[in-house]
């Protein structure tokens, strides 16, 4: 009893200097002002700056650190679907997989489920766009998706979005974490396989 009444005491005393109307001010300005905030973009930059300046006007001490990373910033991706009635879908690019040929990838699209192993042994994905629906972390995560489309022989990934149309809200992702960012080496003299993955974009 005595450690709640404590803990209590130290909620209460927290709380009470916890302004709500700031909270709401500083998460409106980093999702309206800087969203999305891609790693090593001005975005992500500019959302640090204004953390330190909050902080720092709140009589917090910071240390911002700088370093170098390899990242990938997806700029632009389209898809269109051909039949049977023609029509434009917005798509994003997931991070760290590679472009379509220069002219596109046209291929047929095919249903697996939520992209599980199992999912995949019931259909042929092989030469087609791999489609699957998003299912968070469980019973797989997303990226995870990305490997198993490929090794079923995809020649496409596909990931189907929870939002509704009219928000136009995308699931960031990134491959990195299934196949591990490429070292100095490959990046200097590549070899077919050190990149031998397909593309994926999340609608």
Same mark, same amino acid.
């Given at each position: /009893?005595? !450690?709640?009444?404590?803990? $209590?005491?130290?909620?209460?005393?927290?709380?009470?200097? &916890?302004? $709500?109307? +700031?909270? *709401?001010?500083?998460? @409106?300005?980093?999702?309206?002002?800087v %969203? #999305?905030?891609?790693?090593?973009?001005?975005?992500?930059?500019?959302?640090?700056?204004?953390?330190?300046?909050? +902080? @720092?006007?709140?009589? &917090?001490?910071?240390?911002?650190?700088?370093?170098?990373?390899?990242?990938?910033?997806?700029?632009?991706?389209? /898809? @269109? &679907?051909t039949?049977?009635?023609?029509?434009?879908?917005?798509?994003?690019?997931?991070?760290?997989?590679?472009?379509?040929?220069?002219?596109?990838?046209?291929?047929? =699209? &095919?249903?697996?489920?939520?992209?599980?192993?199992?999912?995949?042994?019931? =259909?042929? !994905?092989?030469?087609?766009?791999?489609?699957? $629906?998003?299912?968070?972390?469980? #019973?797989?995560?997303? +990226?995870?998706?990305?490997?198993?489309?490929?090794?079923?022989?995809?020649?496409?990934?596909?990931?189907?979005n929870?939002?509704?149309?009219?928000?136009?809200?995308?699931?960031?992702?990134? %491959?990195?974490? =299934?196949?591990?960012?490429?070292?100095? $080496?490959?990046?200097?003299?590549?070899? #077919?396989?050190?990149?031998?993955h397909? #593309? %994926? *974009?999340?609608?």
């Open positions: /009893m005595k !450690v709640q009444k404590e803990q $209590k005491e130290l909620e209460d005393l927290i709380l009470k200097d &916890v302004s $709500k109307e +700031n909270l *709401l001010r500083d998460v @409106r300005w980093l999702c309206e002002k %969203a #999305p905030r891609l790693s090593g973009t001005p975005a992500c930059r500019q959302a640090a700056e204004y953390i330190e300046r909050i +902080n @720092r006007e709140n009589g &917090v001490a910071v240390n911002v650190h700088k370093f170098q990373a390899y990242t990938c910033a997806p700029e632009k991706a389209e /898809m @269109r &679907v039949a049977p009635e023609e029509k434009e879908i917005d798509a994003f690019a997931y991070a760290f997989t590679p472009p379509t040929p220069a002219g596109g990838l046209e291929a047929e =699209v &095919v249903a697996a489920g939520i992209g599980t192993e199992e999912d995949l042994n019931k =259909v042929d !994905v092989r030469g087609k766009i791999c489609f699957v $629906k998003y299912s968070g972390y469980k #019973p797989i995560s997303y +990226n995870e998706k990305i490997r198993v489309a490929e090794r079923h022989g995809a020649a496409a990934f596909l990931h189907q929870w939002t509704p149309p009219e928000r136009k809200l995308f699931h960031y992702g990134s %491959a990195k974490h =299934v196949w591990g960012v490429p070292t100095l $080496k490959e990046l200097k003299d590549p070899t #077919p396989e050190s990149f031998a397909i #593309p %994926a *974009l999340c609608t």
